[in-house]
């Protein structure tokens, strides 16, 4: 069997937040590319021009979407259109599935018409786009068409999500996609909408729009602009847009002054410092975010908890590996090799490789070094871990006399969430197609009568020239939780969730994982909690599993009883007290699973209140 070999491209996946900044009134954070739209069949093709663009405003401090999505478009539709509803890339990216239906499909027809949004050659001009996109009208427009307050959507504190939609035939079936719904959407019928739409679906569409620097969680592409990608790409970082906002600066008056600037020596060097290139390996997955304050200026790829099963994952494209010419991943940790064969997926696509360790019993930064083996070709990478402690901060001693004046209420802040997740693996399957490769024998022969004589035979040679096709396993994990707190048992006066501060309290939280891929899961096996004392930062616990699943405070050595409790400050007001606790440490190939979880109690009076002072008697 002959195949193309290519080098293999070693990559790992960014999905964690990353600061953005806020531009004046139409910046567009969007580039393009794409290529040659190739051929179609009479059952699956695309038509040039049958495109649009999903809007939808995001909250840029929470990346949440505030409206529902819209779609424009210059086409006008038919009623039995297939589609997957009004969900955005970031919906999609928190965990949302395809939801397929036919008919309803809402969309508007601006009265400025869009440019070409999906190019059949690669070359979109998108500086049409841009300026289509930053336009003031457009921009009032879209407001309008979400029903979002055209002055407060330019304020910075929101930004336009933008993404390219394809309306085309496929088996027959007229639907519309945006990219990422395509990436999804050929992951469940495994590969085949690939198959028949490459050049639109996993080219033309994805690349019309990708971000310049990175924005809303999204990495900026740095990958080809010309060759179809993978739908992990595609779903990680096509198929994108984002105009940005920033509110106007007050008008300076006249008479102000121009600031001048201050002379530089003339010895004084030229800044020769330039910027360093983004890297081809990023974070690979959603580390969880350390509760440690001190700054930390290593760029850590992922953040572990000590003595804490893990799973470390990086993505591996390039050629086609199978069978014949299989891919072997190993990762070198902390003195041992692991190693994980038989990674195998088509050409075009790729295949997310993981490995499931410990990590120490001491806070270290660990190099984990990854090679990757196959097909003539080998990569290298290093990821960087930062293995902390999270039971090195607790409460101090509460004492009677403390008190605190100048408190005031905070609110729960928020932590990495994530309930769910998905991913997939291909299997591959020899297709067997039979070829005769025979030959004409010719045989000559001369009878009695001298005559000579030419017979020809065919001599067959079947042989098997197929070729490996391949199935998408898809796989998933869920997170589920719950907390309580209640008065201690020590507690004499508690009434129910009423209690007088200066008491303690106790907590139980539950935490378990469900998943079709056991091996390819940990249960969560931390979770931390955060007390309003103390704006939930500066001090934590780190509670202790006590049982399966189920987690409480750890015994609490300032207790008289030994009791798992927690003290309440005396000085606390009265009214909710709220707890905060974040469970984590639930691993999974495509990142960490956690939950943000309170509960309250009601403070009334304080512990003072239960002390009566009275003479002695003689």
Not at 163 to 177: D, M
Not at 314 to 342: A, K, L
Not at 387 to 409: K, Q, R
Request: with cysteine; hydrophobic share 30%.
């Amino acid at each position: 069997m002959t195949k193309r070999i290519l080098a293999f491209c070693l990559c790992v996946a960014l999905l964690c937040g990353i600061a953005t900044t806020a531009f004046a009134v139409g910046d567009g954070n969007v580039d393009s590319g794409g290529g040659d739209m190739g051929t179609g069949t009479s059952s699956s093709y695309w038509n040039p021009g049958m495109d649009g663009v999903r809007v939808t405003v995001i909250r840029a401090s929470d990346y949440s979407a505030v409206t529902t999505p819209i779609d424009l478009t210059n086409k006008t539709l038919p009623s039995t259109l297939y589609h997957f509803g009004k969900v955005c890339k970031i919906q999609y990216t928190n965990g949302l599935s395809l939801s397929a239906q036919q008919g309803n499909y809402t969309y508007y027809n601006p009265s400025q018409s869009l440019p070409t949004i999906v190019s059949t050659t690669g070359s979109n001009n998108i500086d049409a786009i841009k300026s289509y996109f930053t336009d003031e009208q457009v921009i009032r427009a879209i407001a309008g068409y979400t029903g979002f307050n055209y002055d407060t959507l330019i304020n910075g504190d929101y930004k336009l999500l933008l993404e390219p939609i394809a309306y085309y035939y496929y088996q027959g079936v007229y639907i519309a996609t945006t990219a990422t719904e395509a990436a999804m959407y050929d992951e469940i019928v495994s590969g085949a909408l690939r198959t028949a739409m490459q050049s639109l679906s996993h080219k033309n569409l994805p690349l019309a729009m990708f971000l310049e620097t990175s924005d809303l969680g999204y990495s900026a592409w740095t990958g080809s602009t010309t060759s179809a990608a993978t739908n992990a790409d595609i779903k990680a970082s096509l198929g994108l847009g984002i105009v940005r906002f920033e509110e106007l600066p007050e008008e300076v008056p006249e008479e102000t002054p121009e600031e001048t600037p201050e002379e530089v020596p003339e010895d004084t060097p030229e800044d020769t410092t330039t910027d360093t290139p983004d890297t081809t390996t990023t974070v690979p997955t959603n580390p969880g975010t350390s509760t440690d304050t001190t700054p930390d200026t290593t760029n850590y790829d992922y953040e572990y908890r000590v003595n804490t099963e893990v799973i470390t994952s990086v993505y591996v494209s390039g050629g086609q590996s199978d069978p014949d010419d299989d891919t072997v991943v190993y990762f070198y940790i902390d003195g041992t090799r692991y190693s994980v064969s038989n990674v195998y997926y088509p050409s075009g696509d790729g295949q997310l490789v993981w490995v499931k360790w410990t990590t120490p019993s001491t806070p270290q930064a660990i190099e984990i070094d990854v090679t990757v083996s196959g097909l003539g070709a080998s990569n290298t990478a290093t990821i960087l871990c930062n293995i902390v402690d999270l039971d090195e901060n607790p409460p101090p001693n509460p004492v009677a006399d403390d008190s605190n004046d100048s408190f005031t209420y905070t609110s729960v802040p928020s932590r990495a969430v994530d309930s769910s997740a998905t991913w997939g693996i291909w299997t591959p399957w020899w297709q067997e197609y039979w070829v005769d490769n025979g030959y004409w024998k010719t045989s000559s022969w001369t009878d009695s009568d001298g005559v000579k004589h030419t017979s020809r035979s065919w001599k067959s040679n079947w042989e098997d020239e197929g070729w490996w096709e391949f199935d998408y396993n898809q796989y998933s994990a869920s997170l589920t939780t719950s907390m309580s707190i209640t008065c201690d048992d020590e507690n004499p006066t508690a009434s129910g969730s009423t209690m007088k501060s200066g008491y303690g309290i106790n907590q139980l939280v539950t935490a378990s994982v469900s998943t079709t891929q056991s091996t390819a899961t940990t249960s969560p096996q931390n979770a931390v909690s955060y007390f309003p004392e103390f704006g939930y930062d500066t001090y934590w616990r780190l509670l202790e599993e006590t049982s399966s699943g189920k987690f409480q405070f750890q015994k609490n050595v300032y207790s008289t009883y030994n009791n798992r409790t927690h003290f309440t400050p005396i000085w606390y007001p009265d009214g909710a007290y709220t707890v905060n606790t974040w469970v984590i440490d639930c691993w999974t190939p495509v990142g960490m699973l956690s939950a943000n979880l309170t509960d309250s109690l009601t403070i009334s009076g304080s512990l003072w209140d239960d002390w009566h002072i009275a003479p002695l008697n003689n």
